[in-house]
């Protein structure tokens, strides 16, 4: 009998009728190993997958009621894209299935599985594999199962598994199970029995687990952080994770530190069509060093209303003022000075935008005095305006503002400001000139004056400017053709002289000098100060372009102030200026050789004043996993450091990396840290020593970090990448 004949046969009697006989998906493995495939994204059905193609090289079989099949000489069964091979194959009419022996083989775009030995059952959809072996194909994910089977509905059992994404031959690490069941469409797997396994050595156990398949999220354990530093001894993690909703999860970590106690910390985070959100609080009982309880809580919230309006609600506040030094783990946290509250809503669209604030501080630092605590603002509101073309030729703006500034000590109150402002923009091809006149008036309504002071003063005066500037350009000779810019810029600023002395400083500061503020028409920041002046800014940039890419190979500009009168307005306890001129400002970027990029900002006075503040930096990244960088900073009386840090590799598995971070004007070591990774192709280690300054008054800690890596699985151990990638610019985390 032919073989065309017999399948005809076999079909005539109901074997092949639009059967699912892949509609239980392999690719679900993919799933169960967490390689990102959700079941929503599972192929769907062709119209012809309810057709099985046979290819076989010799059949003997028998017709009747049940027809029976033997294949033998290669046996391929294909439907759509996937594809079962075997040595032989056995209808059997009575259990209605197809057994397949002998190097049977399945395949699909993304998986593989091999056996000796398979059972097809058509009624019930089951494909059962014994001594089954897969590999996936993202990550080199492979693994083996003494049994394998795979339901109508996609549900997946594995009995006895391992599972690892090493190179066959290669089983650095792998997990093992007594037994792992998965549903893809619910997006649920559990596994019992579990045994992690590093260089044979077993690593975690659990009894059983349940875990997320694919992009579902799910309630569970995470995996555990360890580490330790100086001040708190030894520390664990153990975070759970709570899926509470689709759109609301949280975090409780249960936090062990063996010099201090157990503290709790937890993350609830929310998402709706208006509302967002995070919640975090942290509570160490009874800090055995501090002596106390300690405790945080930060609340980050923000609305966004059908009517345009947003809301945002930022809230911080911790227990004591040693809370970040001692818990925060980083000097960025330990140097926390003043905790941000506010609640704030705005509104904008093209022309107007509205702004109303609450906002209070919490201070940390026991130095700042209470008279120089900052401001509490009761609130703030502030509107704006821009109406371009308002007249032929005109651009109208306006900004204003009315607060209420509250302190426990000093003078508090109300004030109000409002500067409407006109100006003629004209501009061409490579020009542009731009005059405008302003008006600038504020009143305040005070409290807690001294005796005989006025508590209602006010301010009113005009502010003049013109701003113009060119833009040349130039084709440079040479083999690669390049692009020359050259950018002058100057602005023209009036402002006259008005007595500001009885006037409070809410919030008005003098910033520190920057090109930025070089080209601004008020040398305060803040409307407490207006300064008076009558001075002429001038800088020029010049640039040099790849007109093939447009990179920006060069990039120079400097610029200084000409003060055509002196300045008498002041913030309190300061002199009046005399100078005629500003320091320079000059800021270059080189792009010097492919990877090797400069960049160096310098403020220098006149005469003898010498440099103000100076900062160079030199990367070199010759490839994505090396980056060397030296820098050097400088400011006045105040600080002068050096900087190095590097990630390199030392061999095609080893990587040093390291950082070190010293203050020439203190003589001490502000950070260092050094470390090595190792790199595998299926994981990676990381170990990291550091010191660095934890508190405000320069105490140092040690630390010590080990993170291994395994690839298609999880981290375990300390964050150290984190630490790695915030201490050297241009490092990339991910293990190359």
């Known amino acids: 009998m032919s073989t065309h004949h ?31 495939l959700a ?95 897969f590999s996936l194909g993202a990550n080199n994910s492979r693994g083996g199962a003494e049994r394998l089977l795979i339901s109508q509905t996609g549900e997946l059992q594995l009995d006895d598994v391992f599972y690892t994404t090493c190179p066959p031959g290669s089983n650095d690490w792998e997990l093992q199970a007594g037994d792992i069941d998965l549903n893809p469409r619910e997006g649920v797997g559990t596994a019992r029995n579990i045994r992690l396994r590093f260089q044979g050595v077993p690593i975690l156990w659990a009894p059983y687990i349940s875990f997320p398949v694919g ?9 555990p952080e360890i580490g330790s530093s100086g001040r708190s001894g030894n520390e664990m993690r153990v975070p759970w994770y709570w899926n509470i909703a689709p759109n609301y999860d949280a975090t409780i970590t249960p936090r062990l530190l063996t010099e201090r106690g157990v503290q709790l910390q937890t993350e609830f985070r929310y998402l709706t069509r208006l509302h967002d959100g995070e919640v975090i609080a942290q509570y160490l009982p009874d800090d055995k060093v501090f002596d106390d309880s300690r405790e945080l809580i930060s609340v980050r919230h923000r609305t966004l209303f059908d009517n345009g309006w947003r809301g945002l609600l930022n809230l911080r506040d911790v227990s004591d003022n040693q809370y970040f030094e001692d818990l925060g783990g980083s000097l960025s946290a330990s140097s926390t000075v003043n905790l941000d509250r506010h609640l704030s809503f705005d509104w904008h669209n093209d022309s107007l935008s509205y702004y109303l604030q609450i906002q209070d501080f919490q201070t940390l630092d026991d130095v700042i005095t209470p008279e120089e605590e900052p401001y509490r603002r009761l609130p703030q509101m502030a509107f704006s305006g821009y109406w371009p073309e308002s007249l032929p ?143 002429i800014s001038m800088g020029v940039t010049s640039r040099i372009l790849d007109i093939a890419s447009g990179e920006e190979l060069v990039s120079a500009t400097i610029g200084q102030t000409r003060y055509l009168s002196d ?28 990877h090797l990029n400069f960049d160096f900002g310098h403020q220098w006075g006149t005469s003898l004043n010498g440099t103000t503040q100076s900062e160079a930096r030199l990367q070199y ?44 004007r203190d003589d001490a070591v502000l950070e260092q840290f050094f470390g090595l990774e190792y790199e595998s192709c299926c994981w990676g280690l990381r170990v990291v020593s550091r010191r660095h300054i934890s508190t405000r008054d320069g105490t140092h800690d040690s630390s010590f970090g080990l993170q291994l890596v395994l690839k298609g699985m999880s981290s375990i151990g300390t964050a150290a990448d984190k630490l790695l990638e915030r201490g050297i610019l241009g490092y990339s985390a991910d293990l190359r």
Not at 626 to 642: M, T
Request: aromatic content about 10%; overall charge negative; proline content about 6%.
């Open 6 to 36: 017999l399948i005809s046969a076999i079909a005539s009697a109901g074997l092949l009728a639009s059967t699912p006989l892949f509609a239980a998906e392999p690719l679900a493995c993919q799933n169960a190993l967490g390689l990102g």
């Open 39 to 133: 079941s929503e994204d599972l192929p769907p059905a062709s119209a012809d997958d309810g057709v099985i193609e046979f290819e076989t090289g010799a059949v003997e079989g028998s017709l009747g009621s049940l027809p029976t099949a033997n294949m033998t000489g290669g046996v391929v069964l294909r439907r759509g894209d996937r594809l079962v091979g075997a040595d032989s194959a056995r209808y059997d009419p009575v259990q209605r299935a197809l057994y397949l022996d002998g190097n049977v083989r399945y395949e699909d775009p993304s998986s593989e599985i091999s056996s000796d030995a398979a059972e097809f059952a058509y009624d019930s959809g089951r494909i059962e594999f014994a001594g089954a072996d």
């Open 215 to 223: 992009g579902a999220r799910k309630s569970g354990i995470l995996p």
């Open 393 to 535: 030729g005109l651009t109208a703006s306006i900004n204003a503002e009315i607060v209420n500034f509250d302190r426990d000590v000093g003078v508090t109150g109300w004030r109000a400001n409002v500067a409407p402002r006109l100006e003629l923009p004209i501009a061409g091809s490579g020009w542009f000139f731009n005059p405008a006149v302003a008006w600038d008036y504020t009143q305040y309504e005070l409290d807690n004056t001294a005796p005989g002071s006025d508590d209602s003063p006010s301010r009113s005066l005009p502010i003049g400017s013109l701003d113009t500037g060119l833009v040349f350009e130039r084709l440079t000779h040479g083999n690669t053709p390049r692009m020359q810019t050259l950018e002058p810029r100057l602005l023209y600023v009036y402002v006259p002289y008005r007595d500001q002395n009885a006037l409070p400083v809410f919030d008005t500061i003098a910033p520190d000098l920057n090109l930025v503020q070089l080209f601004r028409t008020n040398r305060f920041l803040g409307v407490d100060r207006i300064g008076d002046t009558e001075q």
């Open 567 to 594: 300045r008498q307005v002041t913030l309190p306890g300061g002199t009046a200026a005399n100078n005629e001129s500003s320091d320079y400002i000059a800021e270059i970027r080189f792009l010097l050789y492919k």
């Open 621 to 664: 990244r010759p490839a994505n996993n090396k980056v060397f960088n030296i820098a050097y900073r400088y400011r006045r009386d105040s600080l002068e450091q050096g900087d190095i840090s590097w990630s390199w590799p030392v061999s095609s598995q080893w990587n040093f990396v390291g950082r070190y971070n010293y203050s020439f």
